[in-house]
């Protein structure tokens, strides 16, 4: 038996477990969190010995598809798989299945807004892209519902979270018989065996899942996750949560969490960030991994019509001088992202709710989410993994999201030039949690795979003239996008020439092939969402939930055939690449429309 960082090299259950428990002795119980402490009860050989105890005890849970999930792409990957007949098992974060438009808190789904010309011609992208036969069909039969009751205009769809879920919740129920969700549970590490391709295979994803205690509040997310996830990673029972430790068996896994923790947790080849020389570069060897695209915690204002007495603001916000209208008026911020329209109308009204989801606002740029490679790796081998995030960022993130509701609330004037700060109001039931913060943070870059044969999406696959009418038809495809390229920088970072330049792509209907959901390194893991095999260029065109939502089903259906049909690798799958794809269709376009014309033209 070889313990090699997150590769657990064994045959036998004891091995492993003696492995484990070799491991566990790594852990400290204390995590910082610079000028804050999380604390998890006893003493570091208590830990220890608690931890080595919950391994022992973990349950076993066999499934023929796991997803480990927690965006978009992961409640799509998991409906369709399960839809296909296989055996599901997700397992999801929080308590909200959805990701970005759910626990990440951002209901008002991102279609294509631009036009590409060229010459007389005119390709208009926006209607393209909003064409119900290029909308995955369960996704366009939840919107079709929903329609917009925010009447914002970011969108042609915003709704409030609970209406999305409750949609959701009749997808589950399908196919209840093949989908099981573990609510509430994180991915904390990776059993691996050599596969005969001379990669690895997973031959199971351990978990923690945690269950809230009689007398917490909003469930549990009464705490803001920067203060909470060192718990949520934790396998012993605290004040909030009791535990249980989870082993999850399955012959292929998905991996399709917001944070790409499945690649880090098993050692595969990634990229993060810009560390890319040029477009499309896999060596990880040329930029930064600490710049890429900043991210965001959401939240819900209501607009009262009577007054309410807030209380101050209970944090310190970072850098409150990023607060910005941007020469827009708070109406028109107010209208972006709005889920509820009071008067039906465009214009703001007492009794609407909307989210803040702002560019000049709540948007933090001044320190990146993610660990550096060397750093996530250490949190691995060390048995100390938390999603390989940066807490202080977190935190940091947290406070100027809060900062940014007093500042808008201090702006904010009626007709008479009277002060509206007493009638917008934070409305903590739309995120489900007490702080009145997203359950997690809306993010727009992960940890990105390395498929096979190091194989990534670059911008020159989905961009050109407009009269191509669509990106590179790959022969693999499983799934269709479109948007404009959309970074939004992290601060005091130098992005190299071809990207500081990203507007000047045109962006066009494009394609996901099979091979983007794969990882050179490790032959039964499907990948999904913002951690698909691509470049930094492009993942800012394909990070958005509609795109999330067809690449997931894609995903779902190549999982599902692998395990039904017994197939070893993802290179086995790539070779029966048209069996799959002639389920595929059944759930998510792969072709355009366009025009009542399909593309590419069919032989």
């Not at 204390?30 to 391994?55: F, I, P, Q, T």
């Not at 626990?103 to 279609?111: I, K, S, T, V």
Request: charged share 20%; with cysteine.
């Amino acid at each position: 038996v070889t313990l090699t960082g997150a590769r657990i090299k064994t045959m036998e259950r004891a091995s492993r477990l003696w492995c484990l428990a070799l491991l566990a002795v790594l852990f400290t119980n204390n995590v910082l969190c610079a000028s804050y402490k999380v604390h998890v009860s006893g003493s570091s050989e208590d830990e220890r010995v608690a931890r080595e105890h919950a391994r022992r005890e973990a349950r076993q849970v066999t499934c023929d598809v796991v997803i480990a999930g927690g965006s978009t792409a992961a409640l799509a990957a998991a409906l369709t798989s399960a839809s296909e007949g296989a055996h599901t098992c997700l397992i999801e974060p929080t308590n909200w299945p959805g990701g970005q438009l759910a626990a990440e808190g951002l209901p008002a789904p991102d279609f294509a807004f631009h036009t590409l010309k060229e010459g007389t011609f005119v390709l208009p992208v926006y209607e393209i892209d909003r064409n119900q036969s290029n909308i995955t069909p369960n996704f366009y039969k939840i919107l079709s519902y929903l329609k917009d009751p925010g009447q914002c205009w970011v969108s042609p769809h915003c709704f409030e979270i609970q209406d999305f879920l409750g949609q959701v919740n009749i997808l589950i129920n399908e196919v209840k018989d093949k989908l099981d969700i573990y609510y509430n549970t994180v991915v904390h590490l990776a059993s691996m065996e050599p596969s005969i391709s001379g990669s690895h295979k997973i031959t199971s994803l351990w978990a923690i899942q945690r269950t809230v205690k009689s007398g917490v509040a909003c469930d549990g997310y009464d705490v803001r996750a920067s203060k909470d996830l060192p718990d949520w990673y934790s396998p012993t029972d605290s004040d909030r949560w009791a535990k249980q430790v989870l082993e999850f068996i399955a012959p292929v896994y998905v991996e399709a969490t917001a944070w790409g923790e499945v690649l880090a947790l098993t050692n595969a080849t990634y990229l993060q960030g810009i560390d890319e020389r040029f477009d499309g570069d896999v060596t990880g060897q040329g930029g930064s991994t600490q710049c890429g695209q900043a991210f965001t915690y959401n939240f819900a204002e209501t607009y009262s019509k009577d007054p309410v007495k807030e209380p101050p603001n209970p944090t310190v916000p970072p850098h409150p001088e990023f607060y910005s209208f941007q020469d827009d008026t708070w109406q028109k911020i107010w209208t972006y992202r709005r889920i509820k329209s009071a008067s039906n109308s465009l214009d703001a009204a007492a009794g609407d709710v909307t989210v803040q989801d702002w560019g000049g606002g709540n948007d933090y740029p001044y320190r990146y989410l993610f660990l550096n490679k060397s750093e996530a790796a250490k949190s691995v081998a060390e048995d100390q993994w938390q999603g390989g995030i940066d807490l202080l960022a977190l935190d940091e993130a947290e406070r100027h999201a809060l900062g940014w509701h007093y500042f808008f609330k201090n702006h904010t004037f009626d007709s008479n030039h009277t002060s509206l700060y007493d009638h917008i109001v934070l409305n903590s039931t739309q995120m489900g949690t007490c702080h009145g913060l997203s359950k997690l943070p809306y993010i727009r870059d992960s940890r990105r795979s390395v498929g096979i044969n190091d194989f990534v999406i670059k911008i020159t696959d989905i961009s050109g003239n407009a009269t191509q009418m669509v990106g590179v038809p790959f022969s693999d495809r499983l799934a269709i996008g479109c948007y404009d390229d959309d970074i939004h920088k992290t601060l005091n970072c130098t992005y190299p020439t071809y990207i500081q330049h990203f507007e000047d792509y045109q962006i066009l209907p494009y394609f996901l092939p099979f091979r983007a959901m794969t990882s050179k390194d490790v032959s039964n893991l499907v990948v999904a969402g913002l951690s698909m095999a691509q470049s930094f260029l492009t993942n800012a065109a394909t990070r958005l939930h509609p795109v999330e939502w067809s690449g997931g089903s894609g995903a779902g259906v190549a999982a599902s055939y692998m395990s039904l049909n017994k197939l070893a690798s993802t290179t086995d799958a790539l070779a029966v690449i048209q069996k799959i794809q002639a389920r595929a269709v059944l759930y998510t376009p792969i072709d355009w429309s366009i025009w009542d014309k399909v593309y590419p033209p069919q032989a």
